[in-house]
């Protein structure tokens, strides 16, 4: 059993002034510690927030740009396998974010 738990995240980034589906996609893996500092299993609910605030940290759409139609997941570690090479992947922390091009 893997010690990271992985998300799977997807969204839409657009200028404020136009239509929500218009605009860049957002398509990434992230691989989390599952343990706490004391060596626990920390609980899903946690885990989830953990990795939709590091996207946000990440991808910061700024004062000009929104996030629109948004959604993450649980994913199993095979499913970094099925992706194939990311184009850029970012280290946070503990944390590793993959990034794909546009939208799954």
Known sequence: MSAHAFYEYVA??????HAEDEGEGVHCLIEID???EQGRHRRSVELEQEAGDLVLF???PGPNRR????NIWK???QRLNELGPAKNVDLVG???M???SGKP
Do not use: P, Q, R
């Open 12 to 17: 839409t980034l657009s200028s404020t002034g």
């Open 34 to 36: 599952m343990l706490d």
């Open 58 to 60: 990440i991808i910061n």
């Open 67 to 70: 996030i629109a139609h948004s």
């Open 75 to 77: 994913v199993d570690e």
């Open 94 to 96: 503990n944390s590793k």
């Open 98 to 100: 993959y990034f794909y």
